[in-house]
Structures are given as structure tokens and as C-alpha cells.
T-cell receptor, first 114, second 113 residues
Framework: NAGVTQTPKFRVLKTGQSMTLLCAQD?????MYWYRQDPGMGLRLIHY???????AKGEVPDGYNVSRLKKQNFLLGLESAAPSQTSVYFC?????????????FGPGTRLTVL | GEDVEQSLFLSVREGDSSVINCTYT??????LYWYKQEPGAGLQLLTY?????DMKQDQRLTVLLNKKDKHLSLRIADTQTGDSAIYFC?????????????FGAGTRLFVKA
């Protein structure tokens, strides 16, 4: 099993450009999450999904959109990138089966917006 | 909203014990977690404790939970240079929507040889 994978690993954008980050998991997990990690602020939840075809807003959703067309994939889109979106983005997944909510994380995508 | 707080840095000598502390506000927490993040990698679950437990031990790791004070700690015995990483405290509970996990900002552990 590959676990949770993310593409790309690094990306540099200019202000106003758009891009999509792809997250894939092969563990048949129902729940998937997108976080951003900024120095001294830990992880902040952007959007999450509790199943195929569902999405919901997290703590910091503005400027991002997501889609979960297939259970194994969770896409994060930036329509018009801003320097404030420079961050490391982590995808995670979990079973969501009500006991421990252990999340499995991808390796991260480092995004710089100039 | 619910919050999880940790100190940002901890420095210890190799072979000593490390204690990383965390406080949380959600009185309905069900599970509390410690995750480890090594440089350039995602977070990996180290251990977790159910809210009705006081202590959990797993090899070199000891988790202590004081539910009254909403205080969680992670003790690493015989700390090694390979333990250098960022450690995140996290919690899940009905106060967080039942399935959302709230993470602290992370404690960066430096281990000096």
C-alpha cells in the first residue's frame, strides 16, 4: 500500500494563477482532509470530506475549493493564488468509523506564491 | 472554538527524558493523540489515549492525562537524536464536531548529542 500520496511535491505560482493539488489514498478510507501548516500555527483544517461526493468547510476555507468525485481522491483547488497561500499543504485520511480517528498523512506539498 | 496549546520548543541531551506538555479546552474530548513530524514529512501517529484513561505506556513513550486540568503529556525515555522532530498534540471530541481533530501548533524537540 502506498498510503496517502500527494502531487506535486513542490510548486511555485505567481499571484493570480490557479492550480490543483491532488491527494490519493489506497486504504479505502471514508474521510479525507486538507490542512495547511504555517510556522508557529500548527495544522489548520481547510476543507474535509466524509465520503465520496461530499465536502465541507474547515477552519480556513476562503480562497480554496475541493472536490471528492472518487472515494480515493480529494482535490484542492486554488482559483486565484495569493501570497498568503504560501504554505505547506497536507492531505490526510481516516476511516471515520467512530473509534479512534487516527489520521494518515501524505508527505506534503510545499507551495510558494510570488 | 476548541483549542490545543503546546510550548514551541524543547531541548534535551541525548539519554535524558523528554517531557512535552499540552493543554486543551474541549471538555468532551474522547481521544487525545500525539503525532510526530520528521523534517520534510507528514505527521505520523505515535500514540493515543482514550479520555477515560490516566496513563498509557508504549515502550519508551508514556502518556499521562489529567482530565480535570485538561493536561496531556508525552514522556520519551532515553531520548535519542532520532527523536528530534516536531510533536503535535491533538484531540477529537464532540466539541470538535465528532470527527474533526484539533491539532496544537507542535513542539519542536532538539536532542543534543
Amino acid at each position: 500500500n502506498a498510503g496517502v500520496t500527494q502531487t506535486p511535491k513542490f510548486r511555485v505560482l505567481k499571484t493570480g494563477q490557479s492550480m490543483t493539488l491532488l491527494c490519493a489514498q489506497d486504504m479505502n478510507h471514508e474521510y479525507m482532509y486538507w490542512y495547511r501548516q504555517d510556522p508557529g500555527m500548527g495544522l489548520r483544517l481547510i476543507h474535509y470530506s466524509v465520503g465520496e461526493g461530499t465536502t465541507a468547510k474547515g477552519e480556513v476555507p476562503d480562497g480554496y475549493n475541493v472536490s471528492r468525485l472518487k472515494k480515493q481522491n480529494f482535490l484542492l483547488g486554488l482559483e486565484s493564488a495569493a501570497p498568503s497561500q504560501t504554505s505547506v499543504y497536507f492531505c490526510a485520511s481516516s476511516t471515520g468509523q467512530g473509534t479512534t480517528d487516527t489520521q494518515y498523512f501524505g508527505p506534503g506539498t510545499r507551495l510558494t506564491v510570488l | 472554538g476548541e483549542d490545543v496549546e503546546q510550548s514551541l520548543f524543547l531541548s534535551v541531551r541525548e539519554g535524558d527524558s523528554s517531557v512535552i506538555n499540552c493543554t486543551y479546552t474541549d471538555s468532551s474530548s474522547t481521544y487525545l493523540y500525539w503525532y510526530k513530524q520528521e523534517p520534510g514529512a507528514g505527521l505520523q501517529l505515535l500514540t493515543y489515549i482514550f479520555s477515560n484513561m490516566d496513563m498509557k505506556q508504549d515502550q519508551r513513550l508514556t502518556v499521562l492525562l489529567n482530565k480535570k486540568d485538561k493536561h496531556l503529556s508525552l514522556r520519551i525515555a532515553d531520548t535519542q537524536t532520532g527523536d528530534s522532530a516536531i510533536y503535535f498534540c491533538a484531540e477529537t471530541g464532540s466539541g470538535t464536531g465528532g470527527f474533526k481533530t484539533i491539532f496544537g501548533a507542535g513542539t519542536r524537540l532538539f536532542v543534543k548529542a
